[in-house]
């Protein structure tokens, strides 16, 4: 069970660095919410074990979070 978490958590931190690549033309808040969204997977991941509802559901909150974020910049 902890090798799928750690996995998960490998898997979804690559996607990230790698989503991150194309965000050279983004600006301050779209980036915040994009790393809002990818750090939520990850989070939303590990604290489900993995369930794709934990990941999707982790990203959602954390793109919102980023969001707001992202207004006081």
């Known amino acids: 069970m902890k090798t799928n978490r750690k996995s998960l958590a490998n898997a979804v931190a690559m996607a990230v660095l790698?989503?991150?690549v194309g965000c050279a033309d983004m600006?301050?808040?779209q980036k915040d919410t994009a790393i809002?969204?990818?750090a939520g997977a990850?989070?939303?991941?590990?604290?489900?074990g993995g369930s794709t509802l934990g990941v999707v559901?982790?990203?959602a909150v954390g793109g919102?979070?980023?969001h707001?974020?992202?207004k006081n910049k």
């Not at 990850?42 to 489900?48: E, H, I, R, S, Y």
Request: no cysteine; charged share 10%.
């Open 36 to 38: 809002g969204a990818g």
């Open 18 to 20: 790698l989503g991150m």
């Open 42 to 48: 990850l989070v939303g991941g590990v604290l489900t």
């Open 64 to 66: 919102v979070i980023g």
């Open 68 to 70: 707001e974020v992202g």
């Open 57 to 59: 559901g982790g990203a």
């Open 27 to 29: 600006t301050t808040r």
